[in-house]
């Protein structure tokens, strides 16, 4: 049985559900109540989002008890932010892997779209795995501070940048064109991509009897076929049990195939959209897929985006009993703090855009005006920009998806 760590996953737990949910996948959704269910499961999926928030959600308890779930003989596949829990770092940590995070003067910080890799099959694949080059899609990872180890083992490599990928908010094919020491020294972060050529992205070993899969591609990308066929791969050899491999669709947030007519959960989708149009017309967003919006470097869009992506795929998904008890209990308080987040956002979006009117030299990392830096406060909290009211509507749709299972 596979099993899906969902706390603190944002639109990427919701990913992977769309993934788990195209190839008829039966799995078992963890959390913080349920750690004793992961005595039946064999692969433990941990999905992206903030490593940091992950640990503080786990605590202690959650720590060790899924570091003895691998010591004792599970699998561990983390993703971005899940890869990053399993490190060796900080305070609050799995330490399954012994490395750390690349220090940041050392990475590419801000890349995302697709990156050609190179699979090295000596260390994990057989010889029914053909293609060991191809395209896979990382969004806004870390880098692994990597050593050569008889325990861990590199699986992939970073090899060039696809058409679609970005470095911070400019396209690649762009910014390759341009002077970028010049670029690097406004921004203020290394933007050259040939600092993560021969770089590792993911890694693979062993923990005590254990094992772990730590990849900052995103497996479960929609219509990301070389990804999606790789994570089908390792999920079937991991499990000893052959996964059919289908397309996996893409995932339109503009047009869910609705499932749950619900007129509040329609109106909070709708409206998200219409604060997308808004910010883009505002020319601080821009739709890059049918699932995932762009947004200039220091505008807050994963907030939109993750909100978004929770509301559209819960609308998809046919309402248990108990997800419909659970929105009819939370629903009130819901919708009142959501209309407080839009008016906010609005505002927002009003004084961004002036902002940079009167600013377009301004260095792309700095807050702006003092009454932008606390909307910011309001919205999504202090950097990282996992708090606020952001974090109060996510944790809503976060518990309200968990009902569904």
Known sequence: MIGLYFPDSHMWGGLVLHFFRELEIEFEVIDNTKFDKLKDIKVLIVPGGFASQKARTLKDRGIQTLREYVKTGGIYIGICGGAGLALNHGELNLGLCPFGRKDMSLRVPNFSGHVWVDLDPDQFLDDSYIEHKG???VWWPSQFDWIPSNNVKV????????????????????LEKMDISYVEEVYGINL?????????????????????LLSYPH??????EFANRFFVHILSDFL??????REIKELD?????IKWGDKDLIYVKNSLLELIDKAQENFLVCWRKKW??????GVIGLCLNSLLCMCSLLLEFPPTESAKKFWRGIKKDFLAQFNKFIQSFEEYIILQRQFFLKNPQRPPDKFGSSKIHNLLLKLTGPFPGDGGLFKELYCYLEKLTLAFF
Request: net charge negative; glycine share 4%; charged share 25%.
């Open 135 to 137: 395209q896979m899609p």
């Open 155 to 174: 699986l992939a490599r970073y090899k060039a940048p696809a058409e679609d990928l970005w470095i911070a908010d400019i396209p690649y094919n762009i």
């Open 192 to 212: 050259n991509f040939e600092l993560l050529v021969s770089e590792p992205c993911i890694l693979i070993g062993d923990y005590f009897k254990g094992r772990f």
């Open 219 to 224: 497996l479960e990308t929609p219509a990301s």
């Open 240 to 245: 000893q049990d052959q996964i059919e491999y």
């Open 253 to 257: 947030l503009k047009d869910p195939k």
């Open 292 to 297: 995932l919006i762009g947004w200039r470097r």
